[in-house]
């Protein structure tokens, strides 16, 4: 490469903006969203799911962001406030958050994810940006940005498309692409019911990550045209990206160009943990000896917010009660006087004498009484898990108590648990 295109290269990410839709509902994890949207669920012992990408960009060496929020957005609002306000304004840094305002002369509430990139638009078009990342905030994943944005700008097109390769039976919750030999692309459905299989590979199909370069002018401009279309969903994947294509405006880019391994030769992580299955084997696997995903990377740390906590404690010296913890993640602040077998334990939590937790994720301040055992489970922030309650051993007890999956994960909430306690 030469000196020219590779200090153009380098300076990419700082001619780029980066939006995060963060204001997703996350229906499909049931009751972990009640109190807060997708991108604010826990994850990991000490992170939300929007650290990710906002770790990623920062990275990456992009460091002018706006996050656009609408769904039951204070949980995230005051983690970002909390956790990602260090960045300096008067270096050109900053983390805008960007709520739903009914901007619109019709004063309506975001109505797709194109519609909520325009209501700010007039902001957004102040940043002076070459390029826009326009990012999911729901997906957990490492990616170097910058090495996707110089491929888009070496091939040329409006309009880049992150992909990955998935299983055609998970591809219906995708849109969906098919690509010539240049990484063109030359088709684009959207949630299809019958997900089109790879040419070589009929068992996969290739998704589109949620992940878009564009050059500014062209989204600036095609925003505005799909706001005067009465038929347009004003969505991204629905409307944005399939006229791209129609037009031969968009090229695909596969994450394995761009994926931050922890070993060469690694096959590129990405999640999108949109349901209580994915969210809990997520989670559990990081409590293996190598996890898929390496959290303890320093060359491409995860930054959060967290209280200033004391280190995890493990009590009772006394046969039948000595707190111990095995494959498990114990996150800062907790005591342990029961047994916890591959389990990831969030800040704060108890778990007291004679208790068994097994195969669980415990957000944080949940407390396990005496002699409960806890298999399989997800239990939500600051719950009481009473003295000998046994969850995950009777699935037709637990579907009447609780949410309990296709998958055999049961699910807590402090509500689940009023509403026992007054029945």
């Known amino acids: 490469m030469a000196y020219s295109d590779l200090a153009q290269s380098l300076d990419l990410p700082k001619r780029t903006v980066a939006l995060v839709l963060a204001g997703g509902r996350g229906s499909r994890l049931k009751n972990l969203t009640d109190r807060r949207c997708k991108p604010a669920v826990y994850f990991g012992g000490k992170f939300r799911i929007v650290d990710f990408a906002l770790s990623n960009c920062l990275n990456s060496g992009i460091r002018r962001i706006g996050v656009i929020t609408q769904y039951k957005s204070h949980s995230l609002l005051r983690h970002l406030q909390r956790g990602w306000a260090f960045l300096k304004p008067e270096m050109n840094e900053f983390i805008d958050l960007l709520p739903a305002q009914q901007r619109t002369e019709d004063e309506r509430w975001y109505s797709g994810t194109a ?82 299989a790879m040419p070589d590979n009929p068992e996969m199909s290739l998704a589109s990550m949620g992940i878009y370069v564009f050059n500014s002018s062209y989204l600036y401009a095609e ?122 334990l969030f800040s704060n939590v108890r778990v007291h004498s004679h208790a068994y937790v097994s195969w669980s994720v415990l957000l944080p301040g949940v407390q396990v009484g005496r002699n409960a055992r806890l298999n399989k489970t997800v239990i939500d922030r600051d719950c009481i898990i009473p003295d000998g309650m046994v969850i995950g051993e009777d699935p037709e007890l637990d579907a009447k108590r609780f949410y309990r999956t296709a998958g055999g994960v049961t699910l807590v909430t402090r509500d689940m648990l009023i509403a026992l306690q007054s029945s």
């Open 115 to 196: 519609d909520a990139v325009f209501q700010n638009l007039d902001i957004i078009s102040g940043y002076s940006a070459d390029y826009v990342l326009v990012l999911a905030g729901d997906h957990i994943y490492k990616q170097n940005y910058a090495l996707m944005i110089a491929d888009h700008v070496a091939k040329g097109r409006e309009c880049t498309v992150g992909c990955i390769a998935v299983p055609r039976k998970e591809a219906r919750d995708f849109g969906v692409m098919a690509v010539d030999e240049n990484n063109n692309i030359i088709d684009f459905v959207e949630k299809p019911d019958v997900p089109p």
């Open 223 to 344: 925003l505005v045209r799909d706001l005067a279309d009465p038929n347009s969903s004003h969505d991204f994947g629905k409307d944005i990206i399939p006229r791209a294509v129609r037009h031969g405006h968009a090229a695909a880019h596969p994450f394995a160009l761009s994926c931050v391994r922890n070993r060469a030769g690694e096959v590129p992580y990405w999640r999108d943990v949109g349901t209580v299955d994915a969210y809990w084997d997520a989670n559990i696997d990081l409590t293996a000896t190598e996890p898929q995903l390496n959290l303890y990377d320093t060359n491409w740390p995860i930054w959060s917010y967290q209280a200033q906590l004391p280190p995890a404690k493990f009590v009772h010296n006394e046969p039948g009660r000595r707190g111990a913890a095995t494959e498990s993640v114990v996150s800062g602040g907790c005591i342990v006087s029961g047994e916890v077998l591959r389990t990831l």
